[in-house]
């Protein structure tokens, strides 16, 4: 029976192990799809900066690291961008950026940057324009199943899971030079991701949101300095 029962616990273990080499061997990855509209003059200046704010909705307020992610990656490379932070714009215009009060539209910040003072304090900061991004990420599917177990031949987890996440944004750029809207960026990512149960459950990560501000990031850099990095 002892010797029965280590023959019956290998066999499972080598069909989950097939499994989970198969999932390991497919990968995962996220689709992403980029689409943009521009004014063709859209291009800091010597000096100019732009600042990343995330959107205030009624559905909620963009994810921090979202707009985090993008920010770290416009800073960095051959080609970096100018930027000013987030919380330095929002404390030099307070309380007009906080969640009561901050513009839930175009014409809303139309009216907010025609103020004599807002203009001012803008000018001072040489933020030629404002990169307003609005979306998240959502589950759209899931499924599979996995159990863990301890027997007296040992214990482990067994099964599959999967899920399928859409990570979904816009960036909506606004020239606060001119004061109009200089064009919008949108970026949306789909990706499928795994956890195969091999005693130890090894999981398969496609990270739909990475793709969708690495796909965001590169063209949004394209719009303001007019090369890639």
């Known amino acids: ?19 989970g080499l ?9 689709t992403t799809r980029v689409e943009q509209s521009r004014q063709p003059t859209s291009v800091l200046g010597d000096g100019e900066a732009m600042v990343i704010l995330g959107r205030v909705t009624p559905r909620g307020e963009t994810e921090e690291d979202f707009t985090e992610c993008l920010a770290e990656i416009l800073s960095q490379g051959s080609n970096p961008v100018r930027l000013v932070s987030e919380d330095q714009f929002k404390n030099d215009l307070y309380p007009h950026f ?4 901050a513009p839930a539209n175009v014409e809303d910040l139309a009216s907010l940057f025609a103020e004599i003072g807002v203009r001012a304090q803008i000018e001072k900061s040489n933020v ?15 499924g599979g199943s996995m159990t863990c177990a301890v027997s ?4 482990g ?39 195969a149960g091999l005693l130890v459950p090894i999981p398969v990560l ?23 990095e």
């Open 1 to 19: 029976m002892c010797i029965l029962g280590q023959i019956n616990f290998l066999t499972i273990w080598l069909e989950r192990s097939a499994i």
């Open 22 to 30: 198969m999932l390991l061997a497919l990968g995962s990855c996220a």
């Open 98 to 101: 906080e969640s009561e009060r």
């Open 128 to 142: 030629r324009y404002l990169a307003w991004i609005e979306g998240d990420t959502v589950r759209v599917d899931a």
């Open 152 to 155: 007296t031949f040992g214990g």
């Open 157 to 195: 987890c067994f099964g599959m899971t999967y899920w399928e996440d859409d990570a979904s944004f816009e960036a909506s750029i606004w020239d606060l030079k001119r004061e109009t809207a200089a064009g919008q960026i949108s970026a949306d990512a789909n990706g499928t991701s795994y956890i």
């Open 206 to 228: 496609a990270r739909p949101e990475n793709a969708a501000c690495k796909g965001l990031a590169a063209q949004l850099r394209i719009f303001i300095t007019g090369m890639e």
